[in-house]
């Protein structure tokens, strides 16, 4: 087993450590090799101790040879050691394990900074209390550096120098390691730096990125001179062995020159002050600096009138690639301008900076006045303040700082004073529009709304007004193409002499063709089809100004297009009843499909008829119509036409339709490249005579030429004569899987097909007749007669009138119901009668005699000579009469009891009443003798016949 085990995440990945500052992470690396069954799987576990696996127990992480546990914030303790231990698994299942013995060590407590003593050598204090109070001030502007003491936290063994142009940054010199735990000093001085007084490294040597690539190379710059002005903030990193570090700020020191002013406020008073500026053209004039209320007590400014040697000094660092200076020669600066200032600074007259101590932001804007005799003209030449924007690296114009202001009160010019007064806000802004032009960033760059940084003013001479030119397209404005050539796709461009972003407008529609432009000046132009000539496209170029100061320029060209013409083919069309026969492949043959024509099944003397035709977007073209191999076809061509056609704009606009129509469908018309009277046609009709008794297949083509010998798509028709061998009206049926309307049939009508045969004939080709009479579907006395593809029924040939003794059994039999019906319905309304009648006879005696019993009426003898033989409607009257009257009289008679006595009547005196000479048999009734032997006082007759009237009666009555 090979293995660096421990990496620190906090110090990188790759780094191996023996002390990690990561919190909540650890991380093994290790490899183990076996060359007979080779490493399958791979174990790791994490103790407080070596073997222990109290803070992680084992975990497979397969294959891979790093183990990352990411989960023990809050488990990793200060100064503690953990160990790892691994087990490696090799295809045979033999496992090796190795316990770590040295473990890593988290330092999370990074070093206590205040036990060491610092001083900064080269340095003096302020003669006034200024803040921040660890301020200094150095004249020597090519050195800087510090002294320390050993710390008393053991930890630390490692002091870094850092100075940075901001506090907590380190781009004039990169934190670099001057010392372990011992008292030391660390000094930049004569391009080199130099540990307790010895010269340890050039400062080349400390750039973060070296260049190699040439090895013989010695001749690389060792120089640190900073501007005067300049603010360098010193800083000493403590560190652990674990690289947790905390630095400690040493103080900020100002380089400042004889011609160096401090001005401080008292009591946040605001801080005025005066430089004197002298001119060999005019008399000494004062410029005055003001700057806000409001400061921090000791708040401080530092202006220095800038010499000629001053701003023509090279500053630099070579220790640091990220080092700017703030001050810059404008003599050899001037086309490194803002774009308000392009092509307008001429020179300048007076030069100073302004340093805000420690920068210290102002709260307000800084207020810079200076003597102006001419004001802000808008023609001619004018006194402008710049000033020099180390981020963007070019001059601005001051006045423009404070964006937040009004025009008006950004710069004010009083002219009795005859003196201009600026507000001057954030120095070193970004501007995200110029940003691209800038040569470098100064690093970790702030925006803030006020001035905070050291900067260098110049009064200078510039243009009144803003310079602006119009852009100009750099590309070719002739382009040709070919006619019919596709879409046209140019990239324009164009350039402005002030870099303004430019825009592409299209100024007018184009009439032979569609065209479109993006903003960028992508050109696409689609020229329609058959168009040719030259087509003229006007674009503008205009500026995008972001600044509303200056005013958007443009520019308009005209982009000429030449379409060059082609002589265009003709187009061939080819219909039927108005539709098209040709598929979306012109060149795809056309199988017109007809049935054979045989002396046996068709006298069909119709011919098959079709237009054909052409277009030419050349007017002038005369066409042809050019065929071949038309030899063994009886075709002819008919109707040439070379005028406009009549066009449809659907075929539902037809009242019907025709064969030799023009085309009417797909939208014909409305496809054709122009206006139909601005072509050229040709239109004919083609006819085809089909044969009699054969089938098979019959091809030609036929194509359009015109004047210029272009030739349009050839067509080729293939007419499919299928075979139908099916007589008598029979029909084709496939046998397998192609239908009867293919062009299979035009080769073999028995290999794909069969007959299918009507009613009355049979056969393979339907040529038999089927005996229909062989069923013997006729009814006697009638016969069958076959005939041809049916049968019929009639009477035998000796027998010619078999039809009349049909119809006389018919009739016979008719009669015969009707009379055994009648019989039937007498009978039934006889029977009915006499039940009726005898029911009412026996019905009133037998209660009227057992009924006495009960009563106070006469004797039966009186009783029945009173009832006779009387009608049914006397009877009821009379019943109803002595019923009433007996109920009046006594109360009714039990139920029992009249059941008895019914019972006993009919035993005693009853006689059987003659059968009815009807074929129904009649229930026989009982009488009481007395009734019997009583005198009929009317005839037997009439109370029939009283009695038949009264059922007629009650029939009706139901």
């Known amino acids: 087993m090979s293995a660096a085990f421990y990496y620190d995440v906090g110090q990188g990945e790759s780094t191996p450590v023996r002390f990690q500052k990561s919190n909540d992470t650890i991380k093994c690396i290790w490899k183990c090799d076996d060359e007979e069954s080779g490493i399958v799987e791979n174990f790791w576990a994490i103790g407080t101790s070596p073997g222990a696996t109290d803070v992680q127990d084992f975990t497979s992480i397969g294959l891979n040879v790093a183990g990352i546990n990411n989960k023990l914030g809050g488990i990793l303790q200060h100064d503690k050691t953990y160990y790892a231990s691994f087990v490696c698994s090799n295809g045979a299942r033999l496992n090796t394990t190795y316990i770590d013995s040295q473990g890593v060590t988290a330092k999370l407590i990074p070093p206590d900074v205040d036990t060491v003593n610092n001083t900064i050598p080269g340095t003096s204090h302020f003669s006034q209390e200024v803040f921040p109070k660890d301020s200094l001030q150095q004249q020597d502007p090519s050195s800087v550096g510090f002294t320390f003491t050993k710390s008393e936290d053991p930890s630390v063994n490692r002091y870094d120098l850092c100075v940075g142009s901001e506090e907590e940054t380190d781009d004039i010199i990169p934190c670099t390691w001057v010392g372990y735990n011992m008292s030391g000093s660390a000094e930049i001085r004569d391009g080199a730096l130099w540990i307790n007084g010895k010269e340890i490294r050039k400062l080349s040597d400390l750039k973060p990125y070296q260049d190699f690539s040439n090895p013989n190379d010695t001749n690389s710059s060792n120089s640190f001179t900073m501007p005067v002005g300049q603010q360098m903030f010193v800083t000493m990193r403590l560190c652990n062995e674990a690289m947790l570090c905390r630095n400690k700020s040493l103080g900020v020191v100002v380089v400042t020159n004889s011609d160096s002013v401090i001005a401080t406020s008292t009591n946040g008073s605001a801080i005025e002050e005066r430089l004197t500026i002298t001119s060999r053209k005019r008399a000494a004039a004062e410029l005055d600096i003001r700057t806000p209320g409001g400061l921090a007590d ?30 810059q020669n404008p003599a050899t600066s001037r086309d490194m301008v803002e774009r308000l200032l392009y092509k307008r600074f001429y020179g300048h007259s007076f030069a100073f900076s302004l340093v805000p101590l420690g920068n210290v932001p102002m709260p307000g804007p800084v207020v810079i006045t200076y003597p102006d005799s001419v004001g802000p003209v808008t023609m001619g030449n004018r006194t402008m303040l710049l000033h020099w924007n180390p981020v963007m690296q070019y001059w601005e114009i001051s006045s423009k700082t404070c964006r937040h202001l009004p025009p008006e ?13 600026v507000k001057v ?11 691209a032009r800038s040569r470098r960033r100064r690093a ?22 803003i310079y602006n030119s119009a852009p100009v397209l750099d590309s070719g404005t002739e382009v040709h193409i070919m006619e019919d050539s596709g879409t046209l796709r140019y990239q324009l461009s164009a350039k402005d002499e002030e870099g303004d972003h430019i825009v592409f407008t299209l100024m007018n529609r184009t009439e032979k063709g569609e065209v479109s432009l993006t903003s960028d000046g992508f050109l696409v132009y689609t020229p329609c089809q058959n168009c040719f000539g030259d087509e003229v496209v006007n674009i503008m170029l205009k500026e995008n100004q972001t600044q509303p100061e200056i005013p958007p320029a443009s520019t308009s060209v005209t982009i000429n297009i030449h379409i060059q013409a082609v002589n265009d083919p003709p187009s061939v069309f080819l219909t039927l009843n108005g539709s098209t026969l040709l598929s979306k492949d012109p060149t795809e043959e056309v199988i017109v499909l007809l049935e054979a024509k045989n002396d046996f099944n068709s006298n069909d003397t119709t011919l098959w008829r079709a237009r054909v035709g052409a277009y030419d977007v050349e007017k002038g073209d005369t066409l042809r119509l050019v065929m071949s191999n038309p030899l063994g076809i009886n075709l002819s061509v008919m109707e040439e036409s070379r005028q406009v056609p009549q066009l449809l704009q659907g075929c539902n606009s037809s009242d019907h339709l025709w064969p030799t129509m023009m085309p009417c469908a797909d939208n014909f018309t409305d496809s054709l490249p122009h206006p139909a009277a601005e072509l050229s046609w040709l239109t004919q009709v083609i006819e085809f005579t089909q044969p009699r008794n054969v089938f098979g297949n019959y091809s030609f083509s036929l194509y359009i030429e015109d004047s210029s010998n272009q030739t349009s798509v050839p067509i080729t028709i293939k007419f499919g004569i299928m075979e139908m061998p099916c007589r008598n009206n029979g029909t084709c049926q496939a046998r397998g899987i192609y239908p009867c309307e293919d062009t299979h049939r035009t080769h073999s009508f028995d290999a794909y097909y069969r007959c299918v045969c009507r009613g009355g004939y049979q056969g393979r080709y339907c040529t038999e007749d089927v005996n ?24 035998p040939s000796d027998n010619p009138n078999c039809e009349l003794v049909l119809w006389i059994m018919v009739v016979i039999g008719l009669i015969v119901i009707v009379i055994l019906s009648l019989i039937g319905v007498a009978c039934y309304r006889y029977r009915k009668q006499k039940q009726r009648s005898s029911s009412e006879l026996s019905l009133p005696s037998g209660l009227g005699n057992d009924l006495g019993e009960y009563t106070d009426s006469d004797s039966d003898e009186e009783y029945f000579d009173n009832q006779g033989f009387r009608s049914i409607e006397d009877d009821d009257v009379t019943q109803d009469s002595a019923h009433s009257d007996d109920e009046a009289a006594s109360p009714s008679p039990d139920h029992n009891e009249l059941r008895r006595i019914f019972e006993t009547r009919g035993r005693e005196d009853s006689f059987v009443h003659p059968e009815p000479e009807c074929m129904y048999a009649v229930e ?35």
């Open 425 to 435: 806000c954030n120095t070193y802004a970004e501007n995200q529009v110029d940003k």
């Open 298 to 327: 000791g708040q401080a400014i530092v202006v220095t009138q800038l010499s000629a040697s001053d701003l023509t000094k090279d500053y630099r660092s070579d220790a640091s690639i990220d080092f700017v200076s703030y001050i």
């Open 924 to 958: 026989s009734i009982s009488f009481p003798m007395e009734i019997l032997n009583k005198e009929p006082t009317e005839s037997m007759t009439e109370v029939q016949s009283r009695s038949e009237g009264q059922i007629e009666e009650d029939q009706s009555e139901v």
């Open 772 to 795: 229909e009479c062989l069923s013997d579907p006729c009814v006697p006395p009638f016969v069958c007669y076959n005939d041809r593809d049916s049968y019929r029924c009639a009477c």
């Open 444 to 465: 970790a760059a702030v925006e803030t709304g006020y001035y905070e940084k050291e900067t260098m003013f110049t009064l200078s001479v510039t243009r009144a007004s």
């Open 409 to 421: 009160e950004q710069e004010v010019y009083d002219a009795v004073k005859q003196t201009m007064s």
